[in-house]
């Protein structure tokens, strides 16, 4: 028999509402596949989001004191850091929330909505959905970077320096600015990789890079 997952193993979702027996009642039904985090008010679940690089998902009451479900997810969806910006967000809607109250909270960058009392299935399935566009995204993030950026060195590969470096051309034209370009061309690389195999030309071109990052002026 498989050893239960503990906390650790499990997605963490964080559940905002200030009613006691709806948080409860969120925990129960999906404290068996993931691991719960609670807030009572929109302050607590906005020190909590911050703090807390394992939230995968958040479900937020509306109906909030000190900050409410609206002052949440515009301060999520406005944050500098990426990682806030795309967790998903599901608002728990009540009775008192009309149709249009919902349009507004999708069209402010809501990820999904749900209505209370909670419906098992629908809870579980609408928080699976969140958890897996979150991997999606996470994953395409990761193609884009890979796409753009040399894996070892971390700077920009050749076609994507060069469409940028075309870009950045036209620019100072337009504009009649100044712009500087380098082209860094390591001496017998080849030679080296021969003699000292990959893994020593890769620290090499990693050392390189590190240097001219630490090295470049970026204002």
Not at 93 to 115: C, M, N, P
Not at 124 to 142: D, G, I, Y
Not at 145 to 164: I, N, T, W, Y
Request: net charge negative.
């Amino acid at each position: 028999m498989a050893d239960e997952p503990t906390a650790a193993d499990k997605p963490r979702i964080l559940v905002a509402d200030d009613s006691r027996v709806m948080r409860h009642a969120a925990k129960k039904i999906l404290g068996q596949e993931y691991d719960i985090v609670e807030a009572n008010d929109g302050e607590e679940a906005w020190e909590a989001i911050q703090s807390d690089t394992d939230i995968q998902v958040i479900l937020c009451d509306l109906q909030m004191p000190n900050l409410d479900g609206f002052g949440v997810l515009e301060r999520l969806r406005n944050a500098k850091d990426a990682r806030l910006q795309d967790l998903p967000f599901i608002v728990i809607t009540g009775k008192e929330d009309d149709e249009e109250t919902r349009k507004q909270v999708l069209s402010d960058g809501a990820t999904d909505f749900i209505g209370k009392p909670f419906e098992s299935v629908q809870l579980q399935a609408r928080t699976a959905a969140a958890l897996k566009t979150r991997k999606l995204s996470e994953t395409a993030n990761v193609l884009e970077e890979q796409a753009v950026r040399d894996p070892v060195s971390g700077l920009l590969k050749r076609q994507h320096f060069m469409d940028r470096g075309s870009e950045a051309v036209s620019y100072v034209r337009r504009h009649g600015t100044a712009l500087a370009l380098a082209c860094i061309e390591i001496d017998n690389f080849k030679q080296l990789f021969v003699h000292h195999g990959k893994d020593i030309a890769d620290q090499l071109i990693a050392k390189a890079a590190e240097v001219m990052r630490n090295t470049v002026r970026h204002e």
